[in-house]
């Protein structure tokens, strides 16, 4: 009786080894189709604990698979000239760029012209702005225009530049900054791919940074649009230094040190919490 019960536990160890490590083996293939997961999703999906998929995802980041974040995992940080997809960026950081983008919707009045850079934090904002009366918009960037042509408001104008697009479903290259280059506008919101105090706002895209400079130069205030995960980040191309802009909009996560930095550098510093 005593060896049928060591026998029955120990088969029973092997078999939860072995679910742990199929459910790891698939948590890993969605990484890297999709660039990203979420603990609570993952816990629904396969029936267990928060604490187990945690335990999931501790293991794979201890072996170099993933990188651990709040609240799930995205894949390992790449090269200054990687370029993440559109999809795989807005499964990371949901609750602080809702709340940015919250903050940022209060700046954009009725009649107001403006632009919206690429980005997963400025389509957030796009579906903030759908209901503002009388709004011009001019983006190169495919998501956020697709905000407001599936909202329809009539009275509102959307602006599409042409060129070529980009893993971030940005349109970019010489079509898009002559045709940026011709407008005047009120307000830029300008999502980034990384900050730091040597290389500014930066992108992994060298003609993004180009069609962003050409929003910049066609606007007569700049709002960037960050969380705290962005800072330290650099990417291959400068697109201005972090004083030229004039708020700076990021979360509660943004380390001290930053926060004193970047308040004795840009004319306004919004923090907000997260969602």
């Not at 999502?191 to 050409?214: I, K, Q």
């Amino acid at each position: 009786m005593f060896e049928c019960v060591r026998i029955s536990a120990v088969t029973a160890e092997g078999a939860l080894l072995m679910l742990a490590q199929q459910r790891q083996s698939a948590i890993l293939d969605r990484v890297r189709a999709t660039g990203g997961v979420r603990v609570s999703e993952l816990a629904t999906e396969y029936g267990v604990s928060d604490m187990t998929i945690r335990r999931d995802l501790e293991a794979l980041a201890d072996r170099g698979l993933l990188a651990k974040v709040h609240g799930g995992a995205t894949t390992v940080s790449p090269g200054s000239a990687h370029e993440p997809g559109f999809a795989a960026k807005s499964v990371r950081q949901r609750g602080e760029k809702t709340a940015i983008a919250m903050r940022a919707a209060a700046l954009v009045s009725p009649g107001d012209a403006i632009a919206l850079s690429a980005g997963t934090t400025t389509a957030e904002l796009a579906q903030r702005l759908v209901d503002v009366p009388s709004l011009t918009v001019v983006t190169n960037s495919i998501p956020v225009a697709d905000v407001f042509y599936r909202a329809g408001r009539p009275d509102q104008t959307v602006v599409l530049t042409g060129g070529t697009r980009t893993p971030s479903d940005a349109l970019v290259g010489p079509v898009a900054v002559a045709a940026i280059a011709s407008l005047h506008l009120d307000l830029l919101f300008l999502g980034v791919h990384g900050m730091s105090e040597r290389a500014g706002y930066t992108t992994p895209n060298l003609m993004e940074a180009d069609a962003d400079r050409a929003l910049v130069e066609a606007s007569e205030r700049l709002v960037v649009l960050a969380d705290h995960t962005k800072w330290g980040t650099v990417g291959i191309s400068s697109i201005v230094p972090l004083e030229r802009a004039d708020v700076l909009i990021t979360d509660s996560g943004l380390d001290e040190d930053a926060r004193a930095l970047l308040s004795e550098t840009v004319p306004e510093l919004v923090v907000v919490n997260p969602q």
